[in-house]
């Protein structure tokens, strides 16, 4: 039967699809198309010719074994093949040849877009706001001609994306989704300010500076703990920058987030008391270390500060140093020992 191969072949080399690939995979749809026919033979082949362009389907019958006294029950065995292409099969060859090559083509964009991505995952890029309106929960994002989404859950409360607006996102996926490829973006990362300070600050390229922790609630506020490995550097004063320059730029792409910058330490009781920061502790006792727990000591007219709207400066400081923070007066606190030492 014939079945123009050659054209076949030619689109299929324009999407770098190879012969031996599509000769494969075609060759098995047309099996499995040949066995749904009436009367088809239980074991089949296809063969495929691109120099006379045509195909054939070699059938073969399973012959019953003959039982004997030591095997009653024999496996049949395979007779000769036959040509059982049956008369009417062009249609179906054709149609099962164009879903193979919409197949290949689909699983061959696949594997370009998910090669163009697999090493952003981690990174920054930036891309389009697109809107789609039968998708009003999530964000489309434009980057070149593939659309990355970004999910509701990793949108910034409060945060509008305009159509046509260009944005700056944090990579936090490529993989294989339900419908293809699925490039996942995040505004809401803390990973997203360390992408942006990166960006800003050369310290950080180069290695005299490390950010050591990072807590973000997004949208409100973010700590970020640094530290210098090269002497004479000014950590907080490298990401802070020229006046404020640096900070500034990556507060731009923020919105209203503030962003708070400590120095990180080895000793938990001065890593908590920079935590703390705007607010100055007096004091950090240590609880317990195997449990990470501390407790702050902090003046009256600072307590307000230490803890934060609603918690938040406390939470974060809880976040960014991994131990739990109980925050007290220092002048309570100093009181109770004065009345225990009177004792």
Not at 47 to 76: F, M, N, Q
Not at 139 to 160: F, N, S, T, Y
Not at 233 to 257: D, F, H, Q, S, T
Request: charged share 30%.
């Amino acid at each position: 039967m014939e079945l123009d191969l050659t054209s076949i072949h030619k689109l299929a080399a324009e999407q770098n699809i190879d012969a031996e690939t599509l000769d494969a995979a075609l060759s098995e749809a047309l099996r499995l198309a040949y066995l749904k026919t009436p009367h088809a033979a239980k074991h089949a082949r296809v063969e495929l010719d691109e120099r006379a362009g045509t195909l054939t389907i070699w059938a073969a019958d399973e012959i019953p074994g003959t039982p004997t006294e030591d095997d009653p029950h024999p496996a049949p065995t395979i007779g000769e093949e036959y040509d059982d292409t049956p008369k009417d099969f062009g249609r179906l060859a054709a149609s099962t040849a164009r879903q193979v090559l919409s197949q290949l083509f689909r699983h061959a964009e696949d594997e370009r877009v998910l090669g163009a991505f697999a090493d952003q995952k981690g990174k920054l890029i930036t891309g389009i706001v697109q809107q789609d309106v039968k998708d009003p929960s999530n964000v489309h994002i434009a980057v070149g001609d593939v659309e990355a989404l970004l999910p509701r859950r990793e949108q910034v409360p409060g945060e509008r994306y305009r159509h046509g607006e260009r944005l700056r996102v944090f990579v936090v996926n490529v993989g294989r989704g339900v419908r293809g490829p699925e490039v996942v973006v995040s505004r809401s990362h803390p990973d997203l300010v360390r992408c942006l300070f990166e960006r800003e600050v050369p310290e950080l390229a180069s290695g005299a500076v490390s950010i050591m922790a990072i807590a973000r609630e997004a949208g409100a506020r973010t700590k970020i703990a640094v530290k210098a490995n090269t002497d004479g550097v000014n950590p907080k004063g490298a990401l802070i920058g020229p006046g404020g320059a640096r900070v500034r730029a990556v507060m731009e792409n923020l919105g209203p987030e503030k962003i708070d910058i400590v120095d990180y330490s080895e000793d938990p009781a001065k890593f908590v008391a920079s935590a703390l920061s705007p607010a100055v502790a007096t004091g950090v006792q240590v609880i317990s270390e195997k449990n990470k727990t501390a407790i702050a000591f902090i003046h009256d007219d600072q307590l307000s500060l230490a803890i934060g709207r609603e918690g938040q400066n406390a939470r974060l400081a809880a976040k960014l140093t991994g131990w739990k923070i109980g925050i007290e007066s220092a002048e309570a606190h100093a009181r109770k020992v004065a009345a225990e030492k009177a004792d």
